[in-house]
């Protein structure tokens, strides 16, 4: 027992020494870079120039940064992944804090700000994932609910039926309609209603948010935005805030995806029916340790498929 106990001190050191070194970036950014998704903004985002001219190269560049120091400062101060879903802090420069309409950041280097602005904070309220969730012309309110059933709970919806029919790809409707009431013309398909019931609620939450991540209260349209949503359940909410309250009652699930998609990149393959019993140990050291981060990485690295060959007992 005093060697086991002797073994796991020293590789929590080992682990402690690689999170201290500036290197340890790497794993925010490619972790962190492909399960949340903003690795997107390095080559396959491209906002139309026309309709969003203020997305410039280094405002995308910005928003990448974001991403990667939050997931950094999280991994290497220790912090509990809830902070995924709501933070009062950032890391800005002037540009991104002008494009999201926090006054005081100056310079183009990014820093930890402090957030006043509850629709802010956490992946959510981020640029990176607002305009990876959208489309070249508009906001997608499908697209951002897959997003948070997938990538926050771990719960993808189904693929949609073959004959589900296109939404444009453009907001902008002749008819005068807003995109909201286009796509619920759309849901009036019953074959797409079940679906679209459990997804487009979570996505309309974050409509005031548009396609680059800014906040609007009008739409391309001239109308409204209208967050309002209603989840089944009748649980209806109507802003980003409100939705990250949501969230963070569901959090043990969110907890499990993460430990999920870690374990997964850690082992380097996908997981299995016989990995099950890590992943409740891995959620229950993170509950244990009021789901700091590190928790996790340690259970990791002394779990029994991470220091063997084969995953099975």
Known sequence: LGDVYKRQGVLRAQVGRMLADPRSIALSRHFAGQWIGFDALVDRVQPDPDRYPAFTRTLR????????????????????????????????????????????????????????????????????????????????????????????????????????????????????????????????????ASCHARIDPLGFGLENFDAIGRWRTVEVNGKPVDSTAVLPGDISFSTPAELKGLLLQAKDKFARTMCRKMLAYALGRPLEYYDEPVLNELLATLRENDYRVQSLLFGIVESYPFQNRGAKR
């Open 61 to 192: 560049a910005g928003m990448y940064r974001e991403s990667e120091r939050f997931f950094d400062h999280l991994f290497r101060t220790n912090r509990p992944v809830t902070e995924l879903i709501q933070s009062d802090y950032t890391f800005l420069n002037a540009e991104l804090a002008r494009h999201y309409g926090i006054p005081g950041v100056s310079g183009s280097e990014l820093r930890k700000v402090t957030l006043r602005d509850p629709q802010r904070g956490g992946v959510i309220g981020m640029g990176s994932v607002l305009t990876a969730t959208s489309l070249p012309l508009r906001t997608s309110p499908v697209k951002r609910g897959v997003w948070i059933l997938e990538t926050i709970l771990g719960e993808p919806p189904p693929p949609p039926l073959p004959d589900a029919g296109e939404l444009p790809a453009d907001d902008k409707s002749n008819e005068g309609l807003s995109f909201r009431e286009q796509l619920e013309q759309h849901r009036e398909n019953p074959r797409c």
